[in-house]
């Protein structure tokens, strides 16, 4: 499993996604609004998590932690349907929306907000029924140490609702600029940019992605088990960087893949862009 051999590492790594998500921050409210493929396969993968957390009828009376809480439109959702949310994130940019979202829904004395570390909770044992981990795992130096976390402040038998960039998405594998078995070329050569001082490709800090299998060991492994899975989101398909299809035309695709991965045909439904998975925290005897 993964582990972290140099502290040092994280916190500049840390450091780096912070400065991006600061300068990004208002995207993640717009995505939303947009009807762009991103955006569309983003609102999907919000829905299907708020679409399980309503079939898990988890009872109002235990507070709900979400861990990266960005522009806080899910906290607020949550709050709306009468939980109390702790809702921390890594940039206290992303927190100061989402506490002025969640004023100006009226939800505000819901919503807890808070700077925290995934990989360090300021929270208590046994605290919370339910965790979500939206759009976190891509960014974080040890997910091995973060899930360790998440299982601590679960209760016994709680559930953990988390997210992970699939490895095997569809639409890497048509770009050879994204083409997975070329990844390690790609980043051994932004690493030695980064060490000679050099300007990088792009200014977007390092993301990892997550084979359905590897996520579930790294779930099994910190005591989580995993109850259900599936794949959302296909698209945009570029070749060479450029996109192949219109806005509206990658929409229709992502929908119509979509289906397909929701009716389980092989091969398709593990395809999608986001792995969205449930799991719950084992009783120990």
Same mark, same amino acid.
């Given at each position: 499993?993964?582990?972290?051999?140099?502290?040092?590492?994280?916190?500049?790594?840390?450091? !780096?996604?912070?400065?991006?998500?600061?300068?990004?921050?208002?995207? &993640?409210?717009?995505?939303?609004?947009?009807?762009?493929?991103?955006?569309?396969?983003?609102?999907?993968?919000? !829905?299907?998590?708020?679409?399980?957390?309503?079939?898990?009828?988890?009872?109002?009376? &235990?507070?709900?932690?979400?861990?990266?809480?960005?522009?806080?439109?899910?906290?607020?959702?949550?709050?709306?349907?009468?939980?109390?949310?702790?809702?921390?994130?890594? @940039?206290?940019?992303?927190?100061?929306?989402?506490?002025?979202?969640?004023?100006?829904?009226?939800?505000?004395?819901?919503?807890?907000?808070? @700077?925290?570390?995934?990989?360090?909770?300021?929270?208590?044992?046994?605290?919370?029924?339910?965790?979500?981990?939206?759009?976190?795992?891509? &960014?974080?130096?040890?997910?091995?140490?973060?899930?360790?976390?998440?299982?601590?402040?679960? *209760?016994?038998?709680?559930?953990?609702?988390?997210?992970?960039?699939?490895?095997? $998405?569809?639409?890497?594998?048509?770009?050879?600029?994204?083409?997975?078995?070329?990844?390690?070329?790609? $980043?051994?050569?932004?690493?030695?940019?980064?060490?000679? !001082?050099?300007?990088?490709?792009? /200014?977007?800090?390092?993301?990892?992605?997550?084979?359905?299998?590897?996520?579930?060991?790294?779930?099994?492994?910190?005591?989580?088990?995993?109850?259900?899975? /599936?794949?959302?989101?296909?698209?945009?398909?570029?070749?060479?960087?450029?996109?192949?299809? !219109?806005?509206?035309?990658?929409?229709?695709?992502?929908? &119509?893949?979509?289906?397909?991965?929701?009716?389980?045909?092989?091969?398709? $439904?593990?395809?999608?862009?986001?792995?969205?998975?449930?799991? *719950?925290?084992?009783?120990?005897?």
């Amino acid at each position: 499993m993964e582990t972290v051999t140099d502290s040092g590492l994280g916190i500049e790594r840390q450091k !780096s996604i912070n400065s991006y998500f600061e300068r990004s921050a208002a995207y &993640w409210k717009e995505v939303y609004e947009s009807g762009d493929v991103w955006s569309t396969i983003y609102k999907e993968r919000r !829905s299907v998590v708020l679409g399980l957390v309503q079939q898990l009828q988890v009872s109002t009376e &235990w507070p709900i932690l979400e861990i990266g809480c960005g522009a806080g439109l899910t906290s607020i959702a949550l709050a709306q349907n009468g939980y109390a949310v702790e809702a921390i994130d890594s @940039v206290d940019v992303m927190i100061k929306a989402t506490q002025q979202h969640a004023e100006d829904a009226g939800v505000g004395h819901r919503v807890t907000t808070s @700077v925290g570390d995934v990989h360090d909770l300021a929270f208590a044992d046994d605290m919370f029924s339910l965790v979500l981990m939206i759009g976190v795992a891509p &960014w974080l130096h040890s997910l091995d140490k973060s899930l360790r976390e998440v299982a601590r402040v679960l *209760r016994p038998e709680g559930y953990l609702i988390a997210t992970a960039d699939n490895w095997w $998405r569809a639409d890497n594998w048509i770009d050879p600029l994204h083409f997975p078995p070329l990844r390690p070329i790609r $980043r051994g050569v932004r690493d030695v940019l980064e060490r000679l !001082s050099l300007p990088k490709p792009d /200014r977007t800090p390092r993301n990892h992605h997550h084979s359905i299998r590897k996520f579930d060991a790294f779930l099994a492994a910190a005591g989580l088990e995993k109850v259900e899975g /599936r794949t959302v989101g296909f698209g945009p398909f570029s070749f060479l960087g450029r996109n192949l299809l !219109s806005d509206s035309s990658g929409v229709r695709v992502h929908h &119509w893949l979509q289906k397909l991965a929701n009716r389980g045909v092989p091969v398709v $439904r593990s395809a999608g862009t986001q792995y969205i998975v449930l799991a *719950r925290k084992v009783r120990t005897p």
